[in-house]
């Protein structure tokens, strides 16, 4: 992985996603000694998987039968909203015991 694949992913995904906050501290904020700088990963799909989706997908290209994902839901809303945004069919496989909200997010 170098640098350049780095901006090139960054270049990819930009128009897909929500410029998520830096958030710097200072000594004695969070009782921490050291300042230390927060970055939020709260993307539109609502999990920070949506950058892996959405490069992975926009990188390799769309095959022609569109995506398809086995997941306890963490992973497969953030395929599911690629789908959606890239106009291209997906289907996500849950297991039977993932929690009601989580499936109903992934539908959503």
Request: charged content about 15%; aromatic content about 4%; hydrophobic content about 55%.
């Given at each position: 992985l170098t640098s350049a694949d780095?901006?090139?992913?960054v270049a990819r995904c930009r128009p897909?996603?929500?410029r998520t906050p830096v958030l710097p501290t200072t000594?004695?904020?969070l009782g921490l000694s050291?300042?230390?700088t927060?970055?939020?990963v709260a993307?539109?799909?609502?999990?920070c998987k949506a950058r892996g989706s959405l490069n992975t997908v926009l990188g390799l290209g769309v095959p022609a039968g569109g995506l398809i994902a086995a997941s306890g839901c963490s992973h497969g809303?953030?395929?599911a909203r690629t789908s959606r945004v890239?106009?291209?069919k997906a289907v996500i496989f849950v297991p039977d015991d993932s929690a009601r909200s989580e499936i109903d997010r992934l539908r959503a």
């Open positions: 780095i901006a090139a992913a897909f996603l929500r000594p004695g904020d050291e300042s230390v927060l970055k939020s993307q539109l799909a609502g999990l809303i953030p395929v890239l106009g291209v």
